[in-house]
C-alpha cells in the first residue's frame, strides 16, 4: 500500500441467518426453541417454589379410638307405701317414708325399697325392705306399679327396674337404724304428693288413693290381683354401699331411737 493511498474500511461480516443442520449443538451455542422454552418452565417451577420430584405420600392420619364403651347392667328392686290406719278414714291414715340427704344436703323423702335377692319374689323383697328401713311390719295389698330409670356409676351404666306395692300396716314401730337411711316418718296421705321428692313416687300415691277407694266401697275382693312373679335365680350387682346391720345385742351409747326423730330416752 503506498503513501497515497487510503486504508479500505473493513467490512464486518454479518450473521449467518438460517436453521442449523441437525446435530449435537456446539460447545457454547444456544438451545434450540424448545430446549430454552422446557429450561423457562422448569426455572419458573425452581422459583414458584415447585418441585417437580414426586412427593413421597401423606401418611393417613389413624382414627381416634373410641372411648371404651360402659358396660350395661340391669337391677331390680321391689318396695312399698305402707298405709297404718288404711280401713279407717282418710283424713286420719298415715303413710311411712324414709328419708336422705342428698350431695346438696337436702332431705329427700322417698318410698322405701331395695335390691331383689336371690331366691325372693318382688313382693318378699317389698315386705323385707320395709321392714329393714322402716322397722315396721306389713302385708301386700295390691300392685301400684312399676318405675325404671337409668343412672351411671362406678364405671357401669345400669337400668333400674323398682316394683311397688301398696300395703298394709300389721305391726312394728318406726325406726331409723338402717345406715343408708336418715329419718323416717309417718306422714298424712294427702300430704304425700308434697312430701315426696320424685315425680314418679308421686304419681304411685295417686294411684294408691284410688286403689284405697275401691277397697273402701268394693272390699278387698275388688283390688286387681298381683301380677305373677317368681323367685329369683340369680344374684345381681348392687350399685349402692349395702346396709350393715346393727348388732341387736349391742346397746347403743346414747338411748334407744325411736320413730325416726333421733336419739330417744
Avoid at 64 to 87: F, K, M, N, Q, Y
Avoid at 149 to 169: A, S
Avoid at 243 to 255: E, K, L, V, Y
Wanted: proline share 9%; net charge positive.
Amino acid at each position: 500500500m503506498s503513501d497515497g493511498e487510503q486504508p479500505k474500511p473493513r467490512r464486518r461480516r454479518g450473521r449467518r441467518r438460517g436453521r442449523r443442520a441437525a446435530g449435537p449443538p456446539e460447545p457454547g451455542s444456544q438451545a434450540p426453541d424448545s430446549a430454552r422454552t422446557a429450561g423457562a418452565k422448569q426455572n419458573a417451577s425452581t422459583a414458584s417454589g415447585q418441585n417437580n420430584t414426586p412427593s413421597p405420600k401423606a401418611q393417613k392420619s389413624r382414627p381416634r379410638r373410641p372411648p371404651d364403651r360402659l358396660r350395661t347392667v340391669h337391677e331390680t328392686s321391689a318396695g312399698g307405701l305402707v298405709i297404718d290406719g288404711i280401713d279407717g278414714p282418710k283424713d286420719r291414715q298415715v303413710a311411712a317414708l324414709i328419708g336422705r340427704v342428698d350431695r346438696r344436703g337436702r332431705m329427700l323423702w322417698s318410698l322405701p325399697k331395695g335390691h331383689i335377692e336371690m331366691g325372693e319374689t318382688a313382693e318378699q323383697t317389698a315386705i323385707r325392705e320395709v321392714a329393714e328401713e322402716t322397722g315396721i311390719q306389713g302385708s301386700v295389698l295390691a300392685a301400684l306399679g312399676s318405675i325404671d330409670y337409668w343412672f351411671v356409676t362406678e364405671g357401669r351404666r345400669v337400668h333400674k327396674t323398682v316394683h311397688h306395692y301398696l300395703m298394709r300396716f300389721l305391726d312394728g314401730e318406726l325406726s331409723d337404724e338402717d345406715i343408708e337411711v336418715t329419718e323416717v316418718a309417718w306422714v298424712p296421705l294427702h300430704e304425700l304428693p308434697a312430701k315426696l321428692a320424685y315425680a314418679d313416687e308421686r304419681r304411685l300415691a295417686a294411684v294408691a288413693d284410688q286403689l284405697i277407694d275401691t277397697l273402701h266401697t268394693d272390699g278387698p275382693e275388688a283390688l286387681p290381683p298381683l301380677p305373677p312373679t317368681t323367685p329369683r335365680r340369680r344374684g345381681q350387682t348392687h350399685s349402692h354401699t349395702r346396709r350393715h346391720r346393727p348388732d341387736p345385742t349391742a346397746q347403743p351409747q346414747n338411748g334407744r331411737r325411736t320413730n325416726g326423730c333421733g336419739q330417744g330416752p
